[in-house]
């Protein structure tokens, strides 16, 4: 059954520092997403995908983030100049139409120092 | 905004009983609501899809209701099973998936 898949499974940088998170969503899937969890609370929408741009972004997903596709496959979050609340799970999903079922991966760990 | 509550943090029960898992939203009524699965460290794992003119849905030993009109639905699992222990998030479909912060499922054997 194919499934999203993440990478790195975990990510520990230092405070200041830019990070990318990878995802490569299920092949046939045409929206994109990124969620986050912090540890002990809900998950939350970050930005949605489509056609090579942004569909929605929350509050959360401001001049600090960026999404990319840049390939084919890959679909990217950058963190640029984390902060120590950055640190959370980051889920990437897809699904295939617009209000569709979205699968998710199993998600990077990033811990910000 | 809209606001989803899930009824309790944490719900204990004894293998074999059926659990039960409230959802209430405030607000919009979505177009469809979801329920999902999620284990300790890992992501979302989709379970089931019921639909605004959907009174009920099924599958094996799961069954989800929608009453729009109380804005809530409920996640029932049959002869529940230690294996189903879990936490069990409700999401709304409006513009996004919102979550609710889940419920903490524990079947005791």
């Known amino acids: 059954e194919p499934e999203v898949t993440q990478t790195p499974s975990h990510q520990v940088t230092q405070m200041g520092q830019e990070v990318i998170l990878r995802c490569v969503p299920i092949?046939?899937?045409?929206?994109f997403y990124w969620y986050r969890q912090i540890l002990g609370q809900k998950v939350e929408f970050l930005v949605s995908?489509?056609?090579?741009?942004?569909?929605?972004k929350s509050e959360i997903f401001d001049d600090q983030f960026s999404v990319e596709r840049p390939d084919g496959s890959n679909f990217t979050l950058k963190i640029r100049s984390t902060k120590l609340e950055d640190s959370a799970m980051y889920f990437c999903?897809?699904?295939?139409?617009?209000?569709?079922?979205?699968?998710f991966g199993p998600g990077t760990r990033l811990l910000v120092l | 905004s809209q606001k989803i509550e899930q009824n309790s943090e944490a719900l204990n029960i004894q293998e074999g009983k059926t659990a039960t898992l409230t959802c209430n939203y405030t607000?919009?009524?979505?177009?469809?609501l979801q329920w999902y699965r999620q284990d300790p460290g890992r992501g979302p794992v989709f379970l089931l899809l019921?639909?605004?003119?959907?009174k009920e849905k099924r599958k094996e030993r799961l069954k989800v209701t929608f009453d729009t009109t109380l804005k809530q639905s409920l996640f029932h699992i049959t002869a529940s099973q230690p294996a189903d222990s879990a936490t069990y998030l409700c999401a709304l479909v409006i513009r996004t998936l919102t979550f609710g912060k889940g419920t903490m499922l524990l079947v005791s054997p």
């Open positions: 092949s046939n899937h045409l929206y």
């Open positions: 607000n919009y009524s979505p177009a469809y």
């Open positions: 999903a897809s699904s295939a139409g617009l209000r569709e079922t979205q699968y």
């Open positions: 019921i639909r605004e003119n959907e």
């Open positions: 995908f489509y056609n090579n741009e942004i569909s929605e």
